[in-house]
């Protein structure tokens, strides 16, 4: 191979992904946003986890009655499942998180892609956790009220039906609203900072 091919070959090779000294700056600067989603996404397993193994004993913390147990634990093997199935998800991505590397611009796009979907993923557990958080919420009122109260279910008027749909509407919208503050504070600002970067990368 003569100079002609060398020189031939060198300019056909692709030059995307060669970063100039002030933008690599740039793109590693990224790294301390990254460094706190991870920080957050660690802790948030942990706690989740406990949180998991902690609801498992609320019929015995709270004296619920023995022959509720059965449907307590069929609906809390169904709630578990669920949770193990997008913390198994989340763990994941944190190991993705892990490995990265912040030297190229394809790598920061990826990253942040992979956040913004992972952000997507969170809300998405958080709904479908609602179902049981709502039932968990009403066989925990009618047994820490009804049963104390010794109030008879046969006779329950329109004001208590009335009471029950607004505690439920207004405790799923509560909690769709805290998810959102909650993806944000943890998440969500992280990934703007990296957005900025990518922003001002295209600007060059």
Do not use: C, H
């Amino acid at each position: 191979m003569d100079f002609n091919d060398i020189q031939s070959a060198w300019d056909n090779e692709k030059t995307d992904n060669v970063v100039l000294p002030d933008n690599l700056e740039k793109i590693q600067s990224a790294n301390t946003p990254l460094d706190k989603i991870k920080k957050n996404l660690k802790r948030e397993f942990i706690y989740q986890a406990l949180a998991i193994v902690f609801l498992a004993f609320t019929p015995v913390i709270y004296g619920f009655p023995k022959e509720t147990y059965m449907l307590f634990y069929l609906l809390y093997s169904l709630f578990t499942a669920v949770s193990i199935y997008y913390l198994v998800k989340l763990f994941l991505f944190y190991k993705r998180l892990n490995a990265v590397a912040l030297k190229t611009k394809d790598s920061l796009y990826e990253t942040y892609f992979d956040i913004r979907l992972n952000m997507e993923l969170y809300k998405t557990f958080g709904f479908a956790l609602t179902p049981f958080l709502v039932l968990f919420l009403i066989g925990f009122m009618y047994y820490s009220f009804y049963q104390e109260s010794g109030v008879d279910m046969n006779n329950i008027d329109n004001s208590f039906i009335i009471v029950m749909f607004v505690t439920i509407v207004g405790s799923v919208l509560m909690m769709g609203v805290m998810l959102e503050l909650w993806v944000y504070y943890y998440y969500g600002k992280y990934a703007r900072e990296i957005r900025k970067v990518i922003d001002e990368l295209k600007e060059e």
